[in-house]
């Protein structure tokens, strides 16, 4: 719902992994990355403040960790991996920065939905470094933040890079 929303406006950014990954198959301006970024991380936090005041006998505010017994490692792999499909979706099914296609929408919204499903049980399935950066910082909760800014970004440039090799019409377009 929210790609029809904002994807004419912004692309539907909402992702700074996905931003940087669109940067990196020049799709995506350089020049506007830290800004989105700035402006990702600032929804996410006004996202947090909506749910303090929501629910103030709250103590994590959506923060995500890996499961009880599922090692940080094996949860930088997966948050990795899930990242790495998402951004696969996106990057097929998106026509550049600026987005609005019915299809995508609803291909991006699906991985989204079956990636929740399979690992929210194991690391809360983030995908997003702002998605988790600010329920962290806000909750006080910073254990295994790392996992959840880098294994998303990696995730996602690594997409881009396979998406190359097969299809490099698709990725690499010069006009952002």
């Known amino acids: ?6 994807g004419e406006i912004s692309g539907a950014h909402f992702n700074p992994a996905v931003t940087i990954a669109f940067a990196v198959a020049k799709k995506f301006s350089w020049s506007a990355v830290p800004r989105y970024i700035i402006f990702q991380t600032i929804g996410a936090f006004l996202a947090i403040l909506l749910l303090w005041f929501l629910f103030p006998e709250s103590q994590s505010f959506g923060h995500t960790y890996p499961a009880e017994g599922f090692p940080p490692y094996k949860a930088f792999v997966l948050e990795l991996l899930l990242t790495y ?8 099914v998106s026509t550049g920065s600026k987005e609005i296609g019915t299809m995508a929408a609803i ?25 988790s950066l600010a329920p962290a910082l806000i909750s006080g909760n910073l254990q295994d933040l790392w996992l959840y ?11 881009v890079l396979s998406c190359k090799l097969v299809k490099d019409d698709n990725c690499c377009d010069s006009n952002c």
């Open 1 to 6: 719902a929210m790609i029809y929303a904002f």
């Open 85 to 92: 499909f998402l951004m696969l979706v996106i990057i097929n």
């Open 107 to 131: 291909a991006v919204g699906a991985v989204i939905l079956l990636e929740a499903m399979f690992a929210g049980p194991m690391t809360k399935a983030s995908m997003n470094p702002a998605r």
């Open 149 to 159: 800014l880098i294994a998303p970004v990696i995730g996602a440039i690594l997409a």
